[in-house]
């Protein structure tokens, strides 16, 4: 298990990005509930973030990506706009125990 962080590290809406030597992934929180994605967009397979944990759009309604600004679905990671309309962020596993969020992978 790899712990990223507490709940409560991620503002509500907000998103949080994560870096380890392999993976890259990041964090949403929206209405009380966690996503968790790989950071990997599904156009280019590039990072979506060009500034530390700002995934989101400028309301906070759905995840961008900063380089041609493809828009997702927060809730399932579906693309609705831009060049990759219609494919998805993969989604990572990830439980949370006494509000610590961890997700199956290694450190
Ligand atoms: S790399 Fe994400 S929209 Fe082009």
């Known amino acids: 298990m790899r712990v990223l962080c507490h709940l409560n590290d991620i503002p509500d809406p907000g998103s949080k990005g994560f870096k ?10 929206l209405r009380g509930q966690v996503y968790v994605y790989r950071n990997s967009c599904p156009h280019l397979g590039i990072e979506l973030n060009w500034q530390e944990d700002q995934f989101l759009d400028y309301d906070d309604s759905l995840i961008q990506c900063a380089t041609h600004g493809a828009l997702f679905i927060i809730e399932n ?7 990759c309309i219609g494919k998805t962020l993969e989604a990572v596993d990830f439980r949370i125990d006494r509000g610590m969020i961890s997700v199956c992978e290694p450190d």
């Open 77 to 83: 990671g579906e693309c609705i706009a831009g060049p």
């Open 20 to 29: 380890s030597a392999e993976h890259s992934l990041f964090a949403v929180r």
